[in-house]
């Protein structure tokens, strides 16, 4: 029971940091889906996590470059046309579809376990399941005008979701996915006319 509690106020603690670190949000509600209308094209961008963890990322090929690559393939298949940072013109017409990862490691990478020889009074091992507590968050900015001042325009986020949770690092991509897959959902409800003729 100590350990769920510990846990679970890990996971809390996590949730309010990356809140912290974005405090513009935006959840996947019909006036925010509605924002989505009209976007025409969208950019990838995947922040790199922080270098302690790129070494440990790199090892099960979760890098920003392959997850921008898996995302951007993953939109082009559902027919959201994709654009290269080089090729986008920043118009209000675009979207950049942002994705961050934050971690904490909540357990050791070594297990301790009592040792049979009377040498060694405990052995390690690693632990090949180890698991990370992580918060990916997903969100679309774009270029949007003050209601009180047309002509003052800048980029900012207008529809987001993320994703928290204690796993394995393998099942970093299969969370991506699953929120890239809400990205897809929301963006095609509110511009099906426009994928028709694509």
């Known amino acids: 029971m100590k350990t769920f509690c510990k846990t679970f106020l890990l996971i809390f603690f996590v949730f309010l940091m990356v809140m912290s670190v974005l405090p513009c949000r935006a959840d996947d509600k019909a006036r925010d889906r509605a924002t989505l209308r009209g976007i025409q094209a969208v950019v990838v961008i995947v922040h790199s996590a922080e ?5 440990e990322l790199e090892k099960i090929g979760v ?4 997850l921008e690559a898996i995302i951007e393939q993953q939109l ?13 013109g920043r118009t209000e017409y675009e979207g950049v579809l942002n994705v961050r990862l934050k971690f904490v490691d909540p357990e050791p990478a070594k297990k301790q376990f009592p040792s049979l020889d009377k040498k060694e009074d ?3 091992k690693v632990d090949v399941k180890k698991r990370y507590v992580y918060a990916i ?22 529809w987001q979701t993320e994703s928290v949770g204690m ?10 996915k699953k929120l890239v897959d809400s990205f897809i959902d929301a963006y095609t409800s509110e511009n099906t006319a426009t994928l028709k003729t694509n």
């Open 63 to 66: 890098t920003a470059s392959a």
């Open 51 to 55: 270098p302690e963890w790129q070494t």
């Open 167 to 176: 796993r394995r690092l393998t099942f970093i991509r299969e969370d991506i």
């Open 137 to 158: 968050r997903l969100n679309l900015r774009q270029l949007v005008a003050l209601q009180r001042d047309p002509s003052a325009k800048v980029f900012s986020i207008t």
């Open 122 to 124: 405990i052995i390690e």
């Open 76 to 88: 082009k298949k559902a027919g959201i046309p994709v654009l290269s940072m080089e090729a986008a």
